[in-house]
């Protein structure tokens, strides 16, 4: 079974760029989340859907981040424009019904000059 | 004061030791407890699962619950290099994880 998929899983863009990241769940799985992650710190939700509607966006910053999970399926979180301080990893992880645990995807590393 | 705190290490131990890694938290409302382990340029996997107070064991690994003092721990017997990687701690209201708090997470390096 594969498992939660990412790209890029690296991306250097320069300060005030767009940047886009894609996340494919593990099929079967209805609720997706996107965390992030910043150097030597745990994880930090920004989003969570069950299926395709947004259940808590309210950690996401929503003046520059913006996410969508058309379809129920696939996300795609987006930064616009990206600042310096938005340099993290940003991870997807996929739950399926009736079980506690969150599988994670390697994440998309983005570094912003 | 962030609810949940880890030492962030590093925590480096001979190979064959007996690793103690904890978590203490604030918020008496957490009732499940899981412990992820995260390999350099990986996301975080699962390893231990629990729910309110007591132990549970898989293999070489034992978690402990106490939520009477708000500390959890995670030991692994006879380390192996292979367990050199980030342990975090996680907790939640609720079984279904809908939201999760993370420690900071202790780096742990197991040389020969």
């Known amino acids: 079974e594969a498992g939660v998929v990412q790209s890029p899983r690296y991306k250097i863009i320069e300060k005030k760029q767009p940047v886009a990241f894609w996340c494919n769940p593990i099929?079967?799985?209805?609720?997706l989340y996107w965390y992030l992650q910043n150097l030597g710190q745990g994880p930090e939700l920004l989003i969570r859907?069950?299926?395709?509607?947004?259940?808590?966006d309210s950690q996401l910053p929503k003046d520059r981040f913006s996410a969508e999970r058309l379809k129920g399926v696939d996300s795609t979180l987006k930064i616009q424009p990206a600042e310096l301080g938005d340099s993290a990893v940003y991870l997807c992880?996929?739950?399926?019904?009736?079980?506690?645990?969150?599988?994670f995807g390697e994440g998309s590393r983005l570094t912003v000059l | 004061q962030k609810e949940v705190e880890q030492d962030p290490g590093p925590l480096s131990v001979p190979e064959g030791a007996i690793v103690s890694l904890n978590c203490t938290y604030s918020n008496s409302a957490f009732q499940y407890f899981m412990w992820y382990r995260q390999y350099s340029r990986k996301g975080p996997e699962l390893l231990m699962y629990t729910y309110s107070s007591g132990n549970k064991e898989d293999g070489r690994f034992t978690a402990q619950v106490d939520k009477s003092s708000k500390y959890i721990s995670l030991f692994i017997r006879d380390s192996q290099p292979s367990d050199s990687a980030t342990y975090l701690c996680a907790m939640t209201y609720t079984g279904t994880a809908s939201k999760l708090t993370f420690g900071t997470g202790t780096r742990l390096q197991v040389t020969l």
């Open positions: 992880a996929s739950r399926g019904p009736n079980t506690g645990e969150l599988f």
């Open positions: 099929s079967g799985h209805n609720t």
């Open positions: 859907y069950e299926n395709e509607e947004a259940v808590d």
